[in-house]
């Protein structure tokens, strides 16, 4: 996909925030291929090639900078434009863009990572699951339920819980394909088989929630 919403790269970007994308590749790089505790911010500076005082110039500490890798990568497939609502564009193209991202973000070999990752690491240090949970999951659920509060105010879609609405989408569009993948027993539905999944749970959601008429 091409909705990415990056630095412009060359000599107009600015040299900080270069550097700050270089921390978050590191970081990411280094969380999913060590752990979450084997990672230091001194690797991470290492890593990005920059010193470890500007890795705490951007991020104050470790947990800061693990949130800030899962929100950027939550960004690289679902930026918050996606949660808007352009005059003019019909709600289910709005509905398949953030579908279609949304399912290549959860299928990808790093969210499948860091999601095992985190239920590794899980009933060891809750607190990390809570940060992976605010910048990523629940960033985006409430991103939909800001788009679904909007589409049933326009009446395009009767949605009276919001948040639930969310819920249902996004655990409609991982189904039990995304739970294969996690354990090790399934391939990543790709091109036309990714596309009729989607094309399917927009659809589904589009009848749940169709105005009803008198």
């Known amino acids: 996909m091409s909705n990415n919403l990056s630095a412009p790269s060359g000599p107009g970007r600015p040299k900080d925030l270069a550097k700050r994308e270089a921390i978050l590749d590191a970081a990411k790089r280094l969380f999913l291929s060590k752990g979450y505790a084997s990672t230091s ?68 070999d790093e969210s499948v990572n860091l999601h095992r990752l985190i239920m590794a690491l899980g009933s060891q240090d809750p607190k990390l699951s809570q940060i992976f949970f605010e910048a990523g999951p629940q960033r985006m659920l409430h991103g939909m339920e800001r788009l679904l509060i909007k589409i049933d105010q326009i009446g395009a879609l009767t949605i009276d819980k919001p948040l639930n609405a969310a819920e249902h989408f996004f655990c409609l569009l991982k189904g039990a394909g995304n739970f294969r993948l996690l354990y090790g027993c399934g391939e990543p539905p790709t091109g036309d088989a990714a596309e009729a999944h989607v094309q399917e749970v927009v659809g589904l959601f589009m009848r749940a929630y169709r105005p009803q008429t008198v």
Do not use: W
């Open 41 to 108: 911010m001194d690797a991470v500076a290492a890593e990005a090639g920059v010193s470890k005082l500007t890795v705490y110039s951007h991020f104050n500490d470790k947990e800061t900078l693990f949130s800030a890798a899962v929100m950027a990568k939550c960004e690289e497939q679902l930026p918050n434009l996606f949660f808007e609502l352009p005059e003019g564009i019909p709600v289910q193209s709005v509905l398949l863009n953030i579908g279609r991202g949304f399912h290549q973000l959860i299928n990808s």
